[in-house]
């Protein structure tokens, strides 16, 4: 079993920034990847970024060049550094991890509001 929770959400003005954090606990040593997904009212959840046990990421076009992934593998925690925020980012964000052949683990989310 592994427990996500997520901390960092909140209200930002355009152009701002926030730094999102996932903290894992419980079979840690056994995730390969984690990622962040977000989901807004009425749409589908979608792909932020991953990153995986050797430190290859992946971007959602929407995050390149203004998101950052990474993990520190000595807190067992992940982070997403959100810079140049927009309106279209509003969502909650959610945190997940992957373990072969089990089912993915997912955090409660935390809401990212950006306006004015």
């Known amino acids: 079993q592994v427990q996500l929770v997520e901390s960092g959400g909140g209200l930002v003005q355009p152009g701002g920034s926030l730094r999102l954090s996932c903290a894992a606990s419980?079979?840690?040593?056994?995730?390969?990847?984690m990622g962040w997904y977000r989901q807004a009212p009425g749409l589908e959840r979608e792909l932020v970024a991953t990153?995986?046990?050797?430190?290859?990421?992946n971007y959602a076009d929407s995050a390149k060049g203004r998101f950052t992934i990474s993990r520190d593998n000595a807190k067992n925690t992940m982070y997403l550094q959100m810079n140049s925020l927009k309106p279209d980012d509003t969502a909650v964000y959610y945190c997940?991890?992957?373990?072969?052949?089990?089912?993915?683990?997912w955090g409660q989310g935390t809401q990212v509001t950006v306006s004015s």
């Open positions: 419980g079979s840690v040593g056994s995730i390969t990847a």
């Open positions: 997940k991890a992957i373990i072969p052949l089990k089912f993915p683990y």
């Open positions: 990153v995986t046990n050797g430190g290859i990421t």
